[in-house]
């Protein structure tokens, strides 16, 4: 299955959003290109094989899965992302130079960040915040924390929220919504048992599942009505898997609360304020 996403996104982050379903050729084809992008661009098909051990026939099928017409076309595209991308920023050494060369990354990666999103997938999802009649978060791990953050902030804005931290209640609330409901699954790795329990047990209800992962083909994709895919903003899926972000998720999460406060409108804008005025009165001298 090719490319589903934004048609204007980069290879490199439709290859970070792909990479972990991809065929084990096809995988060190795409791997090879995020870790040298400028190499890639430099390289016949045939090279790029010959380099990473598998036949050419393996680098036409990464360039087809990736959406692109062939190998050439993608590196037509990688040839733009390299010439549109930030250049490093200089680092110190020592501590300070890894936490310096960390942000710098990650300020990088920002534009690519809701390059995968499209207008229509970003609309029923806001929509489905807004008019669902009741709304459970379900989070578990490393996205636990983007849970609690979801609900407080959504709260704030004027949209009950139920958020519990414990993977079994997030079960058993979500077999208990009905048909309109939502269910909203963070998941970086759209793989956690929890998570895919609670949107087996949504969907069974007639309930409507949102679900915002990092990988197009994760496994919670096919249990979602709607799904958000944000790349993970490392090199490589290795990379993902040891030095796991959600910088990125927290980001977008925010983002979604606003676009939900301007469908809101007035009635989110009010519930703000309120939300405003406890925090001022909560505040010491």
Request: hydrophobic share 50%.
């Amino acid at each position: 299955m090719a490319w589903t996403g934004a048609p204007d996104a980069p290879p490199t982050v439709r290859i970070a959003a792909l990479v972990p379903s991809l065929a084990k050729g096809e995988r060190k084809v795409a791997e090879a290109i995020a870790a040298d992008v400028e190499r890639a661009v430099d390289m016949t098909a045939q090279e790029l094989a010959d380099a990473v051990g598998v036949g050419r026939a393996s680098v036409v099928r990464t360039a087809q899965t990736l959406g692109f017409e062939g190998y050439p076309q993608l590196r037509v595209a990688l040839a733009r992302e390299r010439a549109l991308a930030a250049p490093a920023a200089p680092v110190a050494a020592g501590s300070l130079g890894v936490v310096q060369a960390a942000v710098d990354r990650f300020a990088r990666s920002l534009p690519h960040t809701a390059a995968a999103l499209t207008s229509d997938v970003v609309e029923a999802f806001v929509t489905a915040l807004d008019e669902a009649p009741r709304l459970v978060i379900a989070a578990s791990g490393l996205s636990a924390p983007l849970g609690h953050d979801a609900a407080m902030r959504l709260t704030s804005a004027g949209r009950p929220v139920e958020f519990q931290p414990d993977p079994l209640s997030q079960h058993i609330a979500a077999r208990q919504l009905r048909p309109g409901d939502v269910l909203f699954v963070i998941s970086g790795s759209g793989a956690t048992v929890g998570s895919l329990h609670a949107a087996d047990a949504a969907r069974e209800a007639g309930a409507t599942v949102l679900a915002l992962t990092a990988f197009a083909r994760a496994p919670l994709v096919s249990r979602a009505t709607t799904t958000l895919v944000v790349p993970p903003v490392t090199d490589s899926f290795q990379d993902e898997l040891t030095q796991t972000s959600r910088a990125a998720f927290a980001l977008v999460i925010e983002a979604l609360v606003e676009a939900f406060v301007v469908r809101r409108g007035p009635r989110a804008r009010e519930a703000r304020a309120a939300a405003l005025a406890v925090v001022s009165e909560s505040l010491g001298e």
